[in-house]
T-cell receptor
Framework: NAGVTQTPKFQVLKTGQSMTLQCAQDMNHNSMYWYRQDPGMGLRLIYYSASEGTTDKGEVPNGYNVSRLNKREFSLRLESAAPSQTSVYFC??????????FGPGTRLTVT | QQQVKQSPQSLIVQKGGISIINCAYENTAFDYFPWYQQFPGKGPALLIAIRPDVSEKKEGRFTISFNKSAKQFSLHIMDSQPGDSATYFCAARGGSGYALNFGKGTSLLVTP
């Protein structure tokens, strides 16, 4: 039982490049979330998926897209990376929106 | 805007002392208030949580105090240990998809 897994762990991109961050959970949770963490800012919600087949914007969705591939997987895509997207990205999952379980994070640098 | 305000930003406590971190919120629709602990290079991990119908919850050395009328809640770490040195985030559940609204975090250092 791995919980929430994220790939890759680290990534460096040049401005304008694209990439997809992958997230998978093995807890059969309905809800999944993408947050970004910046120094002194806490965690801010980018997108969430309340259930398989649905996605919706969070607090900071600009520059990102998501796909809920199936119940287990929820990916985050940066179509044209910008230096402002340098951050640590966390995926989380939850059965009911109460206890949320976080992955280990992806550290992204955009130069 | 920041829906959950957390203080202090950083805290230094001696081993054996009490660490206290405070949070305040405005949205009375919030219905669940967790605290997360995060070590460097790791994801946040749920530490303890409370619902608004309870004024206090204790788990080992960690206690949440909740004041519904003041819209404030706090984390108390009794007998603080160097291993407690981490960043602590308060949060509140509500709004979009029942996502968590996080405070900005408190960096706790417990000195030997």
């Amino acid at each position: 039982n791995a919980g929430v897994t994220q790939t890759p762990k680290f990534q460096v991109l040049k401005t304008g490049q694209s990439m997809t961050l992958q997230c998978a959970q093995d807890m059969n949770h309905n809800s999944m979330y993408w947050y970004r963490q910046d120094p002194g800012m806490g965690l801010r919600l980018i997108y969430y998926s309340a259930s398989e087949g649905t996605t919706d914007k969070g607090e900071v969705p600009n520059g990102y897209n998501v796909s809920r591939l199936n119940k287990r997987e929820f990916s985050l895509r940066l179509e044209s990376a910008a230096p402002s997207q340098t951050s640590v990205y966390f995926c989380a999952s939850s059965e009911s929106g109460y206890e949320q379980y976080f992955g280990p994070g992806t550290r992204l640098t955009v130069t | 805007q920041q829906q959950v305000k957390q203080s202090p930003q950083s805290l230094i406590v001696q081993k054996g002392g009490i660490s206290i971190i405070n949070c305040a919120y405005e949205n009375t629709a919030f219905d669940y208030f967790p605290w997360y602990q995060q070590f460097p290079g790791k994801g946040p991990a749920l530490l303890i949580a409370i619902r608004p119908d309870v004024s206090e919850k204790k788990e080992g050395r960690f206690t949440i105090s909740f004041n519904k009328s003041a819209k404030q809640f706090s984390l108390h770490i009794m007998d603080s240990q160097p291993g407690d040195s981490a960043t602590y985030f308060c949060a509140a559940r509500g709004g979009s998809g029942y996502a968590l609204n996080f405070g900005k975090g408190t960096s706790l250092l417990v000195t030997p």
